[in-house]
C-alpha cells in the first residue's frame, strides 16, 4: 500500500520534533503564501494547482501552507462543538509597538524584529494576550479570523490537560496500570505503564519512526489509521485501538526511567480518558473546554475509521479558541471569574516534569526543559512552557509576564528547531516588553 | 470498484423521490432508535455495532438512523461557516396542544395524532414556527439541539435559492445559455439548456438512476463523486465537473418541455452559482444565509476528491437553522427587520412553476404540484411550498397560515411518497389548528 491520505500527515506529526534545519533555497513566507499560488482557485481549479486528500503530496511544502487549513475537505474527521450559546469574546487592545520589538535569533549574529519574525517563520497566524487582553493579532497564508488551522501535536498538551482535568475530579488515578483501565493492552507494552507515564511520556515502546526504513512501526500504524478501505487480504490493525494494542516494549528501558516523545503515548491517553469518562475526547474537549470558554468556532479532530480522533495530532481549531486554552491555562482554570476546570489541573502541568528523565531523552535540543502531561517547561526565569506541534504551532504561556502567545504556521520542515531560534527569543523579548509597557 | 463510501450515500440522495411503500416488518423507529441499538457506542464499539464510510450498508436501514447525523466522520466534508459572532437566537413559545392534532392519513381509515405520526415517519427533528416564534420544538434518534442532520435533497432548494439571489442581484442570467457560462460543459447536453431551465429541472437529459443496472449512469456519477482513490486504470471523470462535461441529451425530450427531476441539475447549478458569483456554494451559503441570518452552528458539505460541495444533497445541518431558511422564505427576505436577501428572490420561488410542465414528467405523484428553483409548490389552498429530501427531510412553508414546519428524519426507505400520506395531511391540519388558535 502505498503512501496515501494520513500517510504523509501522520508522518509529518509523529515526526521528532527536534533536530534538523530549514532547507536552503525554499520559497520564501510571501513566495509560498497559498493565494499567491492559487492552490485550489476556480471552478475548478487547474490542474497543477489542485490538492487531494489522497495526494502523496499534500502534506509537503508548498501545498502544506494550504493543507494546514483544509482538513476536513481531504478526510473524515469529527466536530468539537462549541454549543449554541453566544460565545464570550476575547477583550482587544491592541499594543502597536510590538512589531518592532527587537531580539537576538539564537545562534545568529543580526538581531531581528518581531516582524520580521513572523514570516521567517511561515506563520499563519499569531495571537498574544496580555493581562487577559488581546494586544496582537495577526493572519497571513490560508488563516482568517473564520478559519481554523491544524494545531498538530499542540492537541497532545489538550489531550494531556483533559487527563488532568480527570485526575483532578477523581475520575481517573494517575498511578492505575494502564491494563487495569484498558483490558485490550494487557498483552502490549502498555499495560504495566502507569497511566503517569504515559501522560508524561516515560513509557518503553518499541516503535520507530525512521521513515526511510519501510518496515518502520510508523507505516503500520499509518495504515492502521487510515479510514481509507484497506487492500485486498490486509490483516493488520484497522483503527488506533487495533494498533495500539500490537505495541511491544524497548527491551533496552523499562517504563518511567526516561522522556520519549512518541505520539502513540497520546492516543493511548486518548483512549485512557474515553474509557475513564465515557466520552471520546472530541465530546470531553467540548464539554470541559470549548462550551465553558464560550469558544468562537466549533472545532474539529481528524479520526480513524471508526471515528476515533487523532489524540496524537489530530486537532484543527480557529486561533482565538487556541488562545483561549492558553490564558485557561494562565488563570488556573478561571474563565470570567468562574472556575471552569480544577486549578489542580493546570497546577499539575505548571510544576513542569523532571528536567533529569527529559535529560535522558535521546534528544538533545531544549536543554534544562522537561515534559509533563504533554506540555513542555522551559523552567526558565519566566517559568514559562509551552504546548508544541510541528511545522511551528504553539501555544506559549509566560505566568511571570502575564502574557500567553498562540501560533499557527506552515514552516516548510515539521521541526521545530529550526523554527525556535527565531521564536523563543522572541517570545521572551516580547514577554520583556510588556511586562516594562505595564510598569509605565 | 464496489460501491463504497459515497455509492450508498448518492444511491440513496439520487434516488426518484415518488413511488414505493414502506417495506413490511420494519422495526419501527423505537425499535430502531440509534441510540437502543447501539451503533457506536463504547470505545472500541464491539465489531458488530461498527459504522464505517466504506462500509457498504452504512446508509442502509436500520445503520442510516445513525449516520443521518455523522457523515462529516464517514467521509470528507466543507464547512459552511457561520462566522464568528453571536448566533440570533430564535424566540420560543411553545404550544403544547400541537401534539394531540388530529389528522386523516392520506388512503388510511383510521386518523392519527400529530405525535403518533412523528414515530410513523422516523422524525429525527421537526420544529414548528407561527407567527415568526418558534411553537414546537422535537429531538430523537441521533439529532439533539447541538447536532446536525443530512437535508438531502432539501440541498437542492438551498442551492436553488442562491442561485434565485444571484438572479435578483443581476450577478446571475437565467436566460443564458450553460455554455455561456461554463465553456466545460460546451459539448454536454447542458450546453444549450438556460440557467433557468436547470434551475427548474425541465433539461433533457441521458441519465439512468437505475439502480439494478450496473452500466447506469449514476454508477459513473457516483464513481466521480467520490473522494475515494480511484482503482489503478481508472480513466473516468474525477469530480463533480468533470462527469457532468459528458452528460449527454435525452433525444426524445427538448429542454423546457417537461420537468425530469435528476439531480445532476442541481450539481451543475453549484457550479453555476461558483462561477457567476467566484465563490463555491459552501461559501456563498455562508456569506449570503448562514452569516446574516445568525446561525448557531456552522453547517457542511460533503464534498467531492477536489472538496467541490455537493449541491445535488449533501448539506448537513442543525435544525434551527434550517428554521431559520424557511422563515426567511415566509419574510420575504427580511430578518429581524433586515431585507437580507432581496424579496424577488424569494417571490420567483414561491410563485411557483408550471403545473403542466411538471405533469408532463414520468412521476404521477404529488398532482397539481410544480416545481420551480429547486421548490416544490403544492398550489393548495394555502399556497404551501416545500424543499424536500429522501428519507423524510422538509422544509415546509405556508404563507397563509404564517407557518414553517422542519423536519429531519430517518425513514427506512427513501422515497417520500411513502412518508407524504402521515405528513402532508398532518403539516395542513397543525396549520388549520395554529390559523383557529391565532383568532382565539
Known sequence: MKLRYLAPLLAALSAPIFAATQPQQTLTAQQSDPNQ??????????????????????????????????????????????????????????????????????????????????????????LIMHQGKVVYEYYSGCLHEQGKHAAMSVTKSIIGLLAEILVADGTLDPDASVASLLPQLANSAFADASVRQVMDMTTSLQYSEDYSDPKADVWLYTRAASPLPKPKGYQGPRSYFEYLATVKKDSSAKHGEAFAYKTINTDALGWIISKASGQSPAELLSQRLWQPLGAEQSAYFTVDSIGTPYAGGGLVAGLRDMARIGQLMLNQGQWRGKQVIPAAAVDSITQGGDPEVFARSPYKDLQGWSYRSMWWHSHNEHQAYAARGVHGQTIYVDPTADMVIVRFASFPTPKNAAIDPTSLPAYHAVAQYLMAAAER
Open 37 to 126: 499560488l492559487g492552490w485550489m482557485q476556480g471552478f475548478p481549479p487547474s490542474s497543477d494547482k489542485l490538492i487531494r486528500g489522497t495526494d502523496s503530496d499534500y502534506f509537503s511544502f508548498p501545498k502544506l501552507r494550504w493543507s494546514v487549513c483544509h482538513f476536513q475537505q481531504l478526510m473524515p474527521t469529527i466536530e468539537v462543538s462549541r454549543g449554541v450559546k453566544a460565545p464570550l469574546p476575547l477583550t482587544t487592545k491592541l499594543n502597536h509597538g510590538i512589531d518592532d520589538v527587537r531580539f537576538q535569533p539564537l545562534g545568529q549574529q543580526q538581531q531581528m524584529t518581531w516582524r520580521q519574525a513572523l514570516d521567517a517563520n511561515y506563520t499563519d497566524g499569531l
